[in-house]
């Protein structure tokens, strides 16, 4: 989402280069993510309908929602603990594929994007170097690796096809072994934003917890199971 204006005679802040990727997560749906060097923002446009926003110099994290008024902040050492979801909707995967040198390598376009590809005979994986984006600081994959809870390879992660492990328990039906995209990347467009486009809602009311966030009050309301779900040990992170 770009923003315009006019600045008249009032002093305007700069638009910033970005990058905005339209990407398909497994579990939370269609997510526009905008990046920039110093910044990212995730909407989710799908059932959840959240927006996740950080940047430099402290790269706090809120998680907000429009509908309900409701933000949640926190460090980025307390995200990268949680997540945006507990660990029994979305499993965390490793940051970093076991032997990765030892994957076949290619270079692959996407959306004009050149990206780097890794093949085996179970996974497909795509992304795109920090280096090649903006020269984006780090925190913006952390970001990413702590929302998605999939494996970024230190860089921006464009495509994930793999195959299903035990599951969750929302899983009736045992698919271990079945391939699976777990994320994919439709489209992304070279693009300006300002720099408030980053910032933190003002106005909204604090919420217990970047979960009550994500669930949002519909979800609190209808299903007091389906929000245990949403809630988990206070420390999950493993890897």
């Avoid at 526009?32 to 994290?61: C, Y």
């Avoid at 940051?95 to 030892?102: A, E, H, L, N, T």
Wanted: proline letters at 4%; a positive charge.
């Amino acid at each position: 989402m770009t923003i315009f204006g006019f600045c008249g005679k009032a002093r305007c802040e700069p638009q910033q280069k970005a990058l905005k990727l339209t990407q398909l997560h497994y579990f939370m749906g269609p997510c526009v993510v905008t990046i920039t060097r110093h910044a990212i923002r995730m909407d989710n446009i799908g059932h959840l309908k959240f927006s996740l926003v950080a940047k430099a110099p402290d790269w706090t994290v809120t998680v907000f929602r429009a509908d309900d008024k409701t933000y949640y902040s926190e460090s980025l050492k307390q995200f990268e603990d949680t997540g945006l979801l507990t660990d029994y909707l979305v499993s965390r995967r490793d940051r970093y594929f076991k032997d990765m040198d030892k994957y076949p390598h290619s270079t692959v376009l996407i959306s004009g994007i050149k990206a780097t590809q890794l093949l085996s005979r179970t996974i497909t994986f795509v992304y795109v170097p920090l280096s090649q984006v903006l020269n984006a600081d780090s925190q913006i994959e952390a970001i990413l690796y702590s929302g998605y809870k999939l494996t970024t390879c230190g860089g921006i992660p464009l495509r994930l096809i793999g195959t299903k492990g035990k599951g969750n328990i929302l899983e009736t039906v045992n698919e271990e072994g079945v391939r699976e995209t777990y994320l994919d990347t439709i489209k992304i467009v070279s693009d300006e934003s300002k720099p408030e486009f980053f910032d933190a809602p003002k106005g909204y009311k604090r919420a217990k917890s970047v979960r009550e966030v994500v669930a949002g009050s519909k979800s609190r309301v209808e299903s007091s199971e389906i929000m245990d779900l949403f809630h988990a040990p206070k420390s999950e992170h493993s890897k």
